[in-house]
């Protein structure tokens, strides 16, 4: 098995990108009830905006350092048995490297936001 990413992503709405810049991201409704904030690798990014945030406009992408938040990510079964990152707790703002409005490359991807 591949070693783990050390970055992963979450799609936020402008609501919650808001929340977030303000202090800490809690969870966007789905997180809530799951118990856990759901992030996405790089190569699953796209697949979960096209399954999960289709037709939604003003959508933006968030990096996170997972070894910043240090116990409180946990890798899960999902998706057709891949691992993805959960957080279990908060994601406040010092552990986002960066973030940008949701954006294509030509080939379709979600382009990763880039730090300034």
């Known amino acids: 098995m591949s070693e783990r990413p050390s970055i992963a992503y979450k799609v936020l709405t402008a609501d919650q990108m808001r929340a977030l810049e303000a202090d800490a991201f809690k969870g966007a409704p789905i997180d809530l009830?799951?118990?856990?904030?759901?992030?996405?690798?790089?190569d699953q990014l796209t697949e979960t905006v096209d399954r999960h945030f289709a037709g939604q406009s003003d959508l933006w992408v968030a990096a996170i350092d997972l070894a910043a938040?240090?116990?409180t990510v946990k890798w899960e079964?999902?998706?057709?048995?891949?691992?993805?990152?959960?957080?279990?707790?908060?994601?406040?703002?010092?552990?986002?490297?960066a973030y940008g409005a949701l954006e294509r490359n030509d080939d379709g991807t979600v382009k990763l936001p880039v730090a300034g």
């Open 77 to 97: 079964e999902s998706r057709g048995g891949a691992l993805f990152p959960h957080i279990y707790g908060s994601m406040p703002l010092e552990v986002v490297i």
């Open 33 to 42: 009830a799951d118990g856990y904030i759901h992030l996405s690798t790089r």
């Open 69 to 71: 938040l240090g116990e």
